[in-house]
């Protein structure tokens, strides 16, 4: 399948770190080909920890002050990663449990949030979108609504050929080498000090490789693939190599 214009890969995502945790290994890849990087982040991940590990609800949480910090954590782990595109919605965070802040991100109507992310797409069109997982009940609810959201936004536009969810078991179509750029996610998820992620994506060993399953294509690409844009080909340049 042929397209005008510099490839392009979209990622939607909840909240600030989610960028770097799930997708930091391929953001970086591409980038480093000079693929054009788009990050849509759909809140702005208030009811994450302050510093020194403090939840919300607990004494000397502030939402706002967490918001701040996570968007300054957020523009730089982008600086890292190579987007060259923020998109911020501003949804307000849901929480991982208990009941749902008013106008929280997960209350939404997909319609509504997938009308704005529709929105960048047509303007950005890319050839490939990348989310979370709405299947994997094993996450948080923010994950699960943005990955609806992309999913809705993508057949209303039929732009992207190709939609990717993240995968973390046996039903990956698509695994892209990523460990050129180990590094270079490792120095992303130090961006977010206060959320503690090095630890936990090093036991999860999510440097070397990152798994997806291939949602929507239109390209026929055979499977497995190693390659988001298989079976994508463009006229046009790409960005300079980062």
């Not at 069109?125 to 989310?131: A, E, G, M, N």
């Not at 036991?203 to 929507?216: K, L, M, T, V």
């Amino acid at each position: 399948m042929q397209f005008d214009g510099p490839r392009t890969l979209l990622a939607v995502h909840a909240h600030p770190d989610d960028e770097s945790r799930s997708t930091g290994g391929i953001l970086a890849h591409y980038a480093r080909q000079g693929v054009r990087i788009v990050l849509v982040t759909c809140t702005s991940g208030e009811l994450g920890d302050m510093p020194g590990g403090v939840k919300p609800g607990e004494l000397n949480h502030h939402p706002q002050a967490v918001a701040a910090r996570r968007r300054a954590q957020l523009n730089a782990a982008c600086d890292v990663l190579g987007i060259t595109d923020l998109e911020l919605l501003g949804y307000h965070d849901s929480g991982e449990t208990g009941e749902v802040p008013p106008g929280a991100f997960c209350s939404i109507p997909v319609e509504t949030a997938a009308g704005r992310v529709a929105a960048l797409i047509e303007h950005f069109r890319p050839q490939v979108v990348v989310t979370h997982d709405h299947h994997n009940p094993h996450q948080h609810r923010d994950h699960v609504h943005a990955a609806r959201v992309a999913q809705h936004a993508v057949k209303e536009t039929g732009i992207p050929a190709k939609l990717y969810l993240e995968a973390h078991d046996s039903l990956a179509t698509t695994t892209v080498d990523t460990s050129a750029v180990a590094d270079v996610k490792r120095k992303a998820l130090y961006c977010y000090e206060s959320q503690s992620l090095i630890g936990k994506l090093t036991a999860q060993q999510r440097f070397a490789a990152e798994s997806y399953i291939r949602a929507i294509d239109t390209t026929g690409a055979p499977l497995p693939e190693t390659d988001l844009f298989a079976g994508i080909t463009h006229h046009g340049p790409d960005l300079p190599r980062w």
